[in-house]
């Protein structure tokens, strides 16, 4: 049976984040090989993360998204203990 459109959709989006995050690991890597703080690298991650959401979505779209974020983190989905396959 062929996958639909949107199961290969959901893939082809997987796989992005799967390489973004691997992109992001590199320059939190570089960033603490540098010399500069986990705290600021965050900083910084989060402030470019909400201009480029701001600048896409607006900041109705930005709020929006930060609530679902709040919820996952509630959730316990970014926990550093959580393994995901």
């Known amino acids: 049976m062929e996958p639909r459109r949107n199961d290969i959709d ?19 890597a570089d960033g603490m090989a540098d010399g500069i703080e986990p705290e600021i690298i965050a900083d910084a991650a ?7 959401t701001i ?14 974020l709040k919820a996952r983190m509630v959730a316990g989905e970014f926990s550093p203990a959580r393994n995901i396959q």
């Open 10 to 28: 959901d893939m082809i989006v997987h796989e992005k984040m799967q390489v973004a995050l691997e992109y992001q690991n590199e320059a939190w």
């Open 46 to 52: 989060f402030a470019l993360a909400m201009r480029e």
């Open 55 to 68: 600048r896409i979505h607006g900041e109705e779209g930005a709020e929006a998204i930060l609530e679902q």
